[in-house]
């Protein structure tokens, strides 16, 4: 036997709020973190899961590997064996589990778009910074040491002066119009559309590269007036069958809005549809500057199109590949090149929540950003609703 190198681990319990799909991915995250960051002063251990549902509060157990699961929340807030809660409801949830958690003094991962408007985003930070509690936003594109490497390339003023950027979410998660009414699709339990689901992510992107937005305008649009409700369980999204009754969509499947930049001259053009054919995820950032421009998107997220200056035979984009030195990679894969995949993004949002749990110090994406996000999503709605300008609201 020979003494292990490693140091002595301090166990955190982890409790889970919903077993859909991030609640599972939140687990199989915890799960990855020994084997991307054996360096890491803690394990996670997965104590309870509550869903709703009793398949997937079994499946919490029998699949993911929790001691225990629940129909009710309160219990896994209420365990004393409960060191940090990954909140993975619906957004109507959002709110009341997250002050529930807040309330029970546990630091909490909770997913994006945290709350249903900005109004209860607000409220979820107010409970988190009264209670002292860091937390962790499922802002998962921005961990992908690419966009790492954009950041610290404009940030370093490869690209000059930023004067444009465009940020498009094209996704065809719901261009079926077969697809269930589920959650997503209702005022009440969703909050916005497509504005909360996937613009939030392009903001937040775009803030981490370029700044955050000042004033908008917006136009929306719902493309599939009324989808078939399932008469079963569903998770993430799954189609209905036409026999089943309809229901009328209530929320946006379609945003395009006008961005200023803050304290910049930098302007942009967001776009995001739920609905568009052709597009699987096609998640795109494009950030042009006075001296360069560079390109990213998720399909291709260990590549990032770069071209710095101007003219010249070879003038065009390079494409470089993500390796060790950009963001968190290093822990995946030794050599550059070699391909990440959007769970390890979710490994990674773990790693820093936790981090962030014992050292104290917010590394995670954090609630504040997720009000950020909402607060621009907020305008967007405004401004679609009276066709004006609107700035983003700040502290
Ligand atoms: N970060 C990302 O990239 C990303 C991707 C997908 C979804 N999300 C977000 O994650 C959240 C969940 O989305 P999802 O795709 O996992 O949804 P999902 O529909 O797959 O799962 C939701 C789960 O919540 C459970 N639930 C409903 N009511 C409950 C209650 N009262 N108590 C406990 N559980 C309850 C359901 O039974 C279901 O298992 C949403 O806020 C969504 O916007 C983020």
Known sequence: MTASSHPAHRTLGVGLISVGWMGRLHSKAYESIRFAYPEATFRPRLVVAADAVQANADYAVDVLGYERSTLDYRDVLADPEVDVVSICAPNFLHREFALAAAEAG?????EKPTGRNAEETADIVGAAAAAGLVTGVGFTYRQAPAIQHAKRLVRDGALGEITNVKVSLLADYSADPLGA??????????GSGVLGDLLSHGVDLASQIVGEADSVTALTQTVIGERPVPQHATVGHQLASDDDPKRAVENEDYASLLVRFRDSKAVGFFEASRVAVGPRSD?????????????????RMNELEVCLGRGGDTHGYTTVLAGPGDGDYSHFQPGAGISMSFDDLKTIEAYQFLQSVVTGEQVAPSVADALAAARVVEAAEASAADGAWHRVTRD
């Open 106 to 110: 546990k630091p909490f991962w909770i």
């Open 181 to 190: 009414f589920t959650w997503r699709y209702e005022t009440a339990r969703a």
């Open 283 to 299: 998640y795109s950032i494009e950030v042009f500057g006075t001296e360069g421009s560079l390109k990213w998107t998720f399909a």
